[in-house]
């Protein structure tokens, strides 16, 4: 019984050269780039756990047959546009529980500071805080393009220059 291996060569991410031997991580100037021996003198050594280490074939720059998959960017996250009177509606609907800062900074489990700040209109909260204001004063702190679809008055027609030209032209 004859065991074949199939040996992919990995390439330096610094000089572009074909890596022989065993490959080393290193951080140059902040970015993590797997090297050869040669170029691993220009970095910093990063100690990997045997889980992460990358393999032969695997790198960056290997062939790309399975999907990378890509990290979330904060613009993913975003579902709408934060109203701009924030600090307004969280006081209104605050006192109008009955909730002093300091109560409603409790019952979210965030200092009185960050309340006060956000209400002042300094801080804009970040999505979890947010959404506890949200839950904990049933109001709503986001404007997304389906609230504007709503309000601009179900379905009615406005004619835009277009349609004036083409009724003209019916008309003569």
Same mark, same amino acid.
Request: proline share 7%; with cysteine.
């Given at each position: 019984m004859s065991i074949k291996m199939f040996a992919t060569s990995m390439q330096c991410e610094l000089c572009g050269g074909k890596i022989v031997g065993p490959s080393k991580t290193v951080r140059v100037e902040g970015a993590e780039l797997v090297v050869c021996?040669?170029?691993?003198r220009y970095g910093t050594e990063v100690q990997m756990t045997a889980r992460a280490q990358p393999r032969a074939g695997?790198? #960056?720059?290997?062939?790309?047959? @399975? #999907? @990378? /998959? =890509?990290s979330k960017d904060v613009f993913d996250l975003i579902e709408g546009e934060i109203v701009e $009177?924030?600090?307004? =509606? !969280?006081?209104?609907? /605050?006192?109008?529980?009955?909730?002093?800062?300091k109560d409603l900074a409790m019952q979210l489990k965030e200092k009185e500071l960050l309340i006060k700040? !956000?209400?002042?209109? $300094?801080? !804009? #909260?970040? $999505?979890e805080v947010r959404r506890k204001l949200e839950k904990a004063l049933g109001i709503r702190l986001i404007d997304s393009p389906a609230d504007d679809e709503g309000k601009r008055g179900g379905g009615t027609v406005v004619p835009t220059l277009g349609d004036v030209i083409s009724i003209k032209k019916v008309h003569k």
């Open positions: 021996a040669n170029c691993a695997t790198g #960056p720059r290997a062939g790309r047959s @399975v #999907p @990378v /998959r =890509r $009177d924030y600090g307004e =509606r !969280i006081r209104a609907a /605050r006192m109008e529980r009955g909730l002093s800062q700040k !956000i209400e002042k209109g $300094d801080l !804009i #909260p970040e $999505d």
